[in-house]
Structures are given as structure tokens and as C-alpha cells.
């Protein structure tokens, strides 16, 4: 069995076995429902790949789902370049907006209490 990405539902972004040549695949929801991901083809020039796309999308809206994380990934990726939003003066980055000489938080640094407090570089 070959793993295969899912688009939508439960398992969105997620790359699961299914069977070769299965047309639907349905997984587990929950305790007693499931939910079903149907076979298509994704291709760019003579270059395809297999991926399973939620009952609930259509091929369109499958497609605006992965270019939107596409998107989200590059703006957020660590070392992600430098770029000014709204005329703003002074290089911004991602979605936080720090300068470009600060480094990001970590997750344990937005939990502490005191925020004058930095988290010991061997967290980070």
C-alpha cells in the first residue's frame, strides 16, 4: 500500500495508505461515523500524482484549499524572506510582523507569566 495525501475533512494535509486503485477510501470519525475521500488526479504538464480529495469538496475548492496552505506555509516557514505590507517603513516578516533581528518565540515563551522574562536558549 502507497501513502496518498488527503484534502478536507479529518485528515486534511495528512498522507495516509489506501490501496492501489481504490476509488474512495472512508476512515474512521469519532466513535461511530466515517468519512469518505474519493480518488482524482493531480497533474502540472505530463507530471501527475494520485491524491484523495473529501467527499464534501469539489475539485476546485480542493485546489484553492492547497494553494491557501501553500501560501500560509511560506509565509510562515523559518528564514521566510523579509516583506513590507501596507507601506509599512522597516522590513516585516510573516504574520507577526517582528523585525528582522529578532528571533520568533517559541511556544513556551507566550506562556510566561512575566513577560519581561526571556526563555532559556536551550528551550528555544
Not at 495525501?5 to 490501496?19: N, R, T, V
Not at 470519525?29 to 469538496?57: A, F
Not at 516557514?77 to 516578516?93: F, H
Request: proline share 6%.
Amino acid at each position: 500500500m502507497q501513502h496518498y495525501l488527503h484534502i478536507g475533512g479529518d485528515k486534511d494535509s495528512l498522507s495516509y495508505p489506501a490501496q492501489d486503485g481504490a476509488e474512495t477510501v472512508q476512515w474512521q470519525l469519532g466513535v461511530t461515523d466515517k468519512e469518505t475521500y474519493n480518488r482524482s488526479t493531480l497533474s502540472v504538464g505530463g507530471v501527475s500524482i494520485t491524491i484523495y480529495i473529501h467527499e464534501s469538496l469539489t475539485s476546485q475548492q480542493a485546489l484553492n484549499k492547497l494553494a491557501e496552505h501553500y501560501k500560509a506555509w511560506c509565509d510562515n516557514r523559518p528564514g521566510a524572506p523579509v516583506v513590507q505590507r501596507n507601506g509599512e517603513s522597516g522590513p516585516k516578516r510573516g504574520i507577526g510582523h517582528k523585525a528582522r533581528h529578532q528571533q520568533p518565540l517559541s511556544p513556551l515563551a507566550t506562556t510566561n507569566k512575566k513577560p519581561w522574562r526571556r526563555t532559556p536558549a536551550f528551550l528555544l
